[in-house]
């Protein structure tokens, strides 16, 4: 075979040599049917057994493998999936069949979907076709023993088959996947390198891959120069991860010595998990909406109470900046958010929570009783206009007198994600603005963000971005406020030249990425 390669779409970030191993389905198994009373019971027992054995995966993990497998057993223990099993079992259809076709539905549903974050649920709902066909036909999934090494190759992965296999020193290659699908986020949480959507890779067993999830790419067969490169990118990646190590507990400084406040971008207390809270000044932002993902319903007070204290606690009197309910736009919840043609443009963040009191409420009320577990900042999101920032104040000071809230209440600050908060911060009335480059980008270039081939307008160092940002901190200047950035581009140090060169001294990113932040701030000049 002479060299092949093929382009995809990074999942998780990592490089890696090995030999090409095919994983292959283990779901299917014939079975003998019974009377439609046994197949309905069999399959009853069938779905009780998979939310056992996920209930008992979702005690040995934390952060989002926990969260991913609550949701599962949401979805599982909801009788509209089976409902129609069911029915069909009880015209006659074996159990197994019946469950299939029932599923094959939702998931073509789910797959057909133009939003990418529910296209990527099906393979959720494909992973529960999976394990209940297994518990119907009592087979197990189970680690299937890949080579060391080895670039596992697959058209897409389920959460359950992930979490089955052992990937210490492995790596993922898939025909489809998305990067916002559960798995690819186990990936990231796992540190597994994966590329995605690789389409047309032969199962070419044994052959020796480069898994390039950098660039998001993978070659099959490399000629001896190529093997040769890329070696010598393994060793300078591995350099850097151990370079950065020695950035983490430092305080971030520029080449000139001024100092730039590092924050973290969380979205469960999970998140924070064997984390030391000195590699970072604090909480930058507090994802919300996914507290309110995987539940029946949402989240109550008290649920929400726990969360916010678990956060604080952990904080250590740093500053934490929670965002409230950001639901829509990428991110709907079901129940809650409608489904609406343009949902970026929508009824998505604040605007939800303004037409959505009593959920609102529930949330702030929740703040404001965790508030004394450390040092709270409460920050809303999508915020277009001074009016709807009063109207939520107004709420605010609602839920302080319900829960009985004494003292001042936590300072309040906006996201600047829309151009019009950008052109106009010096007219709210807040205590601090968090610039969210994500949306600020797409809604500047007019081009929405996720997969959808248009890469080449997603980025936050065109002019365009930069001068919005620059008008932000020069407004909050002006009013005395503090302001920094927690969209992704606070994290990417190819970016944050350009972005301390607008007068930002205060970033929020992943925790995964503050070694390579602070690397990067500690080579960047002084500008401003
Ligand atoms: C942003 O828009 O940059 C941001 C931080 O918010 P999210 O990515 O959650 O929309
Ligand atoms: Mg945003």
Redesign the pocket.
């Known amino acids: 075979m002479t060299q092949l390669r093929f382009n995809g779409v990074v999942g998780s970030r990592g490089l890696l040599a090995g030999p090409l191993a095919v994983l292959r389905d283990t779901a299917a198994q014939a079975r003998d049917a019974g009377t439609p009373e046994q197949e309905a019971a069999v399959l009853k027992a069938a779905i009780e057994s998979s939310v056992e054995s996920l209930s008992l995966l979702i005690a040995e993990s934390e952060g989002a493998a926990a969260e991913i497998l609550a949701f599962q057993v949401a979805m599982l223990e909801d009788g509209e999936l089976s409902a129609e099993a069911f029915a069909a079992i009880a015209g006659g259809t074996a159990a197994d069949a019946a469950w299939r076709a029932a599923l094959a539905a939702q998931i073509e549903v789910f797959a057909s979907a133009d939003d990418d974050y529910f296209r990527a649920r099906s393979t959720d709902l494909t992973d529960l076709r999976d394990r209940v066909l297994r518990a119907l036909c009592g087979s197990e999934e189970g680690d299937v023993g890949l080579p060391p090494g080895a670039v596992a190759l697959a058209d897409d992965l389920t959460p359950s088959r992930f979490l089955a296999q052992e990937w210490a020193g492995r790596g993922i290659a898939l025909r489809a996947g998305s990067a916002s699908s559960h798995v690819a986020m186990l990936a990231r949480a796992y540190s597994v390198p994966m590329v995605l959507n690789l389409r047309d890779v032969p199962e070419a067993e044994g052959t020796l891959a480069l898994l390039d999830a950098e660039e998001g790419a993978v070659t099959l067969d490399p000629a001896a120069g190529e093997q040769a490169a890329f070696a010598a990118r393994c060793s300078a990646l591995e350099a850097s991860k151990i370079r950065q190590a020695a950035f983490l507990t430092a305080p971030a400084a520029t080449a000139g010595g001024a100092p730039v406040g590092i924050f973290l ?1 969380v979205t469960l207390p999970e998140d924070l998990e064997g984390l030391d809270p000195a590699i970072c000044d604090g909480i930058g ?1 507090v ?1 919300t ?1 996914f507290l309110f993902h995987g539940h029946e319903g949402l989240p109550d007070e008290q649920t929400q109470v726990n969360a916010y204290e678990k956060i604080l606690r952990w904080a250590q009197g740093r500053p934490v900046i929670v ?1 409230t309910l ?1 639901a829509g ?3 709907p919840i079901p129940g809650l958010t409608r489904e609406e043609e343009n949902p970026f443009l929508g009824l998505r ?1 604040l605007r939800l929570c303004l037409a959505r009191p009593e959920v609102f409420k529930v949330q702030l009320r929740a703040l404001l009783r965790a508030a004394p577990a450390g040092t709270l900042r409460i920050m809303l ?2 915020v277009a206009l001074p009016e709807e920032l009063e109207e939520a104040r107004a709420l605010l000071i609602e839920a302080a007198t319900e829960v009985g809230f004494v003292g001042d209440l936590p300072p309040l600050g906006i ?1 600047v ?1 829309i151009p019009a908060a950008a052109l106009t911060l010096d007219r709210f009335a807040i205590d601090f603005a ?9 809604f500047t270039l007019a081009a929405a ?1 996720g997969g959808n081939g248009l890469e080449r307008l997603q980025r936050a160092d065109y002019p365009a971005v930069l001068r919005l940002i620059a008008e932000s901190v020069e407004r909050a200047a002006r009013r005395g406020i503090e302001i920094g ?5 606070g994290g990417d140090p190819a970016l944050i030249p350009a972005l301390l060169a607008t007068g930002l001294r205060r970033f ?1 990113m992943a925790p995964s990425a503050v070694g390579a932040a602070k690397e990067a701030i500690a080579r960047s000049a002084d500008h401003g």
């Not at 968090?434 to 797409?442: E, F, P, T, Y």
């Not at 950035?485 to 581009?489: M, N, T």
């Open positions: 971008n932002l994802r909406e965002r950001d736009g990428d991110k963040g999101p999508m996201m994600e968090s610039i969210g480059s994500n949306d600020l980008v797409q963000r950035l927690c969209g992704d581009a929020s």
